[in-house]
């Protein structure tokens, strides 16, 4: 029983190891460009279209109406970075249902590689927004005793966020594994499906607390 | 250990390249498609709106100009409807007066031929009456009528009163000294040598100038002596006879003529 798929490794020089979590990254990558080149040949500002492009414009529009909502006003700037979190985790998620796919979202190493994009990402854009100085004055907020927890806080949430991701996504495989022993028949696939609810919702938390920590990083702007 | 820390640095820069990816290939040319057809959609509405307000403007003019329409058509049918009024009553005007001329022109033939008839029956009769009486006289007496008138005529110079006979020769013949006897026939030798003979008598030597044939004398004999005349004429009798056939005749044309009325009124 593994608890991670990188230990799934196909080819190791020295320090540099080509693992399942990494391939199985870059095939959900090709998959992704591929789909997006595939309908950018057919894209048409016309009222008429096609049905695959419909369905990638709804999810674009819903994923910038999401990030509208949650209160960032500039949501287009976002959207490159939150939205394809997103769409990489769900697709990550939905790929469950193939047998010898392993997510590599099941892979510590990927959430917190994830997790540390998000933990770097966030000052990138409240600097950018608001200035070094007015982005850092927000730790010291509402009082200076506040900075350690501040900082604290930062840290924790990123760490949160890895392991929830990890957690879930993991859980998922093994509950599966542990059952197929004790009953092997129709049962699995339930849980399969649970499994596949369960990333989706996961993919979804992780985008929106994402977003809401953008929003809370450029916010003083906003007011 | 369950993170593998190369792993999660090729996890970040597999994330970050699969940002830029997508970025260039799925999101920008989507949204460039979604903003690219809200604008066309925006346009064509904008335009439809325009469309309809042409539409409705255009509505409206055609309204404006079928109403426009329907009146001068009113107007028209009300002007050709007066005009169609006047041209019947002119002709009709017409026609009435077209019929009064015809009637005028009925009755005055109608007169035309009465009096030609008239004259013409007046001129026979004259002329029959004539050559009943000569035929009669010269059966009964074996005598010319044209004799027995010139014998009427002397009995009539003889009975005139010698009282005033005097009194106008005495006035007039100092004045002319001759007379005229104007005859419708020819009078012998015996008969001039009697007339002047019963002048001679009556009126006193003068000189006597016959005109024979006279047209309007047709069986008379007259004897005119300055202003003063003396006659006897078949014409006189014709002229009674005259008027009465006249009267008869007119009798009967005006029953006619109130028949005729009668019915051109109806008509």
Redesign the interface.
């Known amino acids: 029983m593994r608890?991670?798929p990188?230990e799934i490794v196909y080819w190791k020089y020295g320090?540099?190891?080509l693992?399942n979590?990494?391939v199985t990254?870059?095939l959900i990558?090709l998959l992704?460009?591929l789909v997006?080149?595939f309908?950018?040949r057919k894209?048409?500002?016309?009222?008429k279209?096609t049905r695959l492009?419909n369905v990638?414009?709804i999810i674009?529009?819903t994923i910038?109406k999401q990030i509208k909502d949650i209160g960032i006003k500039d949501n287009?700037r976002y959207?490159?970075?939150i939205?394809?979190l997103f769409?990489?985790l769900s697709t990550a998620s939905i790929l469950t249902i193939l047998p010898i796919y392993e997510s590599?979202t099941g892979?510590?190493?990927?959430t917190?590689?994830?997790a540390?994009?998000v933990f770097i990402a966030v000052p990138i854009y409240g600097i950018s927004q608001k200035g070094l100085l007015k982005y850092l004055k927000s730790y010291i907020e509402p009082t200076f005793i506040m900075l350690p927890f501040n900082i604290i806080g930062e840290f924790s949430r990123t760490l949160a966020m890895a392991i929830r991701l990890?957690g879930n996504m993991m859980s998922g495989t093994m509950i599966v594994g542990i059952l197929l022993t004790i009953v092997p028949l129709f049962l699995p696939i339930f849980l399969t499906v649970l499994g596949l609810l369960t990333g989706l919702v996961q993919a979804y938390i992780f985008t929106v607390l994402t977003a809401v920590y953008i929003a809370a990083a450029i916010q003083v702007t906003n007011k | 250990m369950?993170?593998?820390?190369?792993?999660?640095?090729?996890?970040?820069i597999?994330?970050?390249?699969?940002?830029?990816?997508?970025?260039r290939?799925?999101?920008k040319?989507?949204?460039?498609?979604?903003d690219?057809?809200e604008t066309?959609?925006a346009e064509k509405l904008s335009s439809a709106e325009n469309v309809m307000q042409k539409a409705e403007q255009e509505k409206e003019e055609y309204e404006k100009k079928n109403e426009d329409i329907d009146s001068k058509r009113a107007d028209l049918i009300k002007k050709a409807k007066e005009e169609a009024e006047l041209r019947k009553t002119e002709i009709l005007d017409g026609v009435r007066k077209e019929g009064e001329a015809i009637k005028e022109r009925w009755k005055k033939s109608i007169l035309d031929q009465e009096k030609f008839l008239t004259e013409s029956l007046s001129d026979q009769t004259q002329k029959e009456v004539i050559e009943i009486a000569r035929k009669t006289l010269s059966d009964l007496s074996n005598s010319r009528v044209e004799e027995r008138m010139i014998q009427v005529f002397i009995s009539k110079i003889g009975n005139i009163d010698k009282e005033e006979l005097a009194k106008i020769i005495s006035d007039k013949v100092a004045k002319d000294n001759k007379c005229i006897i104007r005859s419708g026939f020819e009078l012998t030798v015996q008969e001039k040598a009697q007339l002047e003979e019963v002048v001679k008598e009556y009126i006193g030597n003068i000189e006597v100038i016959y005109k024979e044939n006279e047209a309007d004398l047709i069986g008379g004999i007259e004897l005119t002596f300055n202003d003063y005349y003396i006659s006897w004429n078949i014409a006189d009798y014709l002229q009674d006879f005259e008027r009465k056939i006249k009267e008869h005749i007119n009798d009967q044309y005006k029953i006619q003529l109130h028949e005729q009325a009668g019915i051109q009124e109806g008509a």
């Open positions: 608890i991670t990188d320090f540099v190891e693992n979590t990494i990254t870059w990558m992704l460009v997006s080149l309908i950018k894209l048409t500002n016309k009222l279209r492009q990638l414009e674009v529009v910038n287009r959207l490159g970075f939205g394809t769409l990489f590599p892979s510590l190493s990927t917190t590689a994830l540390i994009c990890f | 369950l993170i593998d820390w190369f792993t999660v640095i090729a996890q970040i597999n994330f970050l390249i699969l940002v830029w990816l997508l970025k290939f799925l999101y040319p989507i949204l460039k498609a979604i690219a057809r066309l959609v």
